[in-house]
């Protein structure tokens, strides 16, 4: 089941914060962050695995809520190098391979200076 | 981290011909490739999954015989698209993971495909 991110999109200007939700109506059995420039492949920022877990990248951060049927991505005093579209991507299965991921539809980031 | 390369980076072909893409592991062996399919402004589709030595896993709805997928050895899997058509015309993107490691899935940098 393919999780589903929130919002679809999101302008802010350089310096400000923004927080992209990722959440499934079942638990998750991880949570992996994706940044992905137009043209290009993704790029990893983090995985989440156990509810409550907690992680950072430079000035982003993520958190896996208890129940691990949502994951929040801070972007915190965000820079220009923060634009592009974020995916969440889960494993549909718990054996399955950290590269088989279904991935939500994206929220794209726009940072202004 | 890992790299995975991919090529052709771009592709224009015409239709009713064939299109083969490469994904390589650069320095690591990788017994499963993963392929997706991304149409403009959407979401990272899994295809398939590429298994080194037998057949692939596709997902439902992909057609296996118009994406053929060979992972003859443990560096590389290709995508064949075969007869292409316009609705054909997407940025295919291979991934593939370190086995026996708890790290994330590294992407290769994507292929642009036209059919004209």
């Known amino acids: 089941q393919q999780p589903v991110q929130s919002p679809q999109a999101v302008i802010l200007r350089e310096g400000e914060d923004a927080v992209i939700n990722c959440s499934s109506s079942?638990?998750?059995?991880?949570v992996h962050w994706y940044r992905q420039k137009h043209g290009e492949a993704p790029v990893f920022l983090m995985i989440l695995l156990k509810g409550g877990e907690q992680m950072r990248h430079e000035k982003i951060s993520a958190s896996f809520n208890e129940k691990k049927q949502q994951s929040s991505l801070y972007l915190t005093a965000s820079q220009l190098s923060y634009s592009g579209t974020y995916f969440c991507?889960?494993?549909?299965?718990?054996?399955?391979?950290?590269?088989?991921?279904?991935f939500g539809a994206g929220t794209q980031v726009v940072v202004t200076p | 981290g890992a790299v995975v390369s991919q090529h052709p980076s771009r592709v224009i072909c015409k239709s009713g011909t064939s299109v083969k893409i490469e994904c390589r592991s650069l320095d690591f062996q990788a017994t499963t490739m993963f392929w997706y399919r991304q149409f403009p402004k959407q979401s990272l589709m899994l295809m398939a999954t590429?298994?080194?030595?037998?057949?692939?896993?596709?997902e439902q709805g992909v057609e296996k015989d118009k994406f053929l997928i060979n992972h003859a050895s443990l560096t590389l899997s290709t995508l064949t698209v075969t007869s292409a058509h316009p609705e054909d015309s997407s940025f295919y993107i291979c991934?593939?993971?370190?086995?026996?490691?708890?790290?994330?899935?590294?992407f290769g940098q994507g292929t642009r495909l036209t059919v004209v």
């Open positions: 991507g889960t494993p549909p299965n718990p054996t399955d391979s950290w590269g088989k991921l279904q």
């Open positions: 079942k638990a998750l059995y991880s």
């Open positions: 590429s298994n080194e030595g037998s057949k692939a896993t596709y």
């Open positions: 991934s593939a993971k370190v086995p026996g490691t708890n790290t994330e899935a590294f």
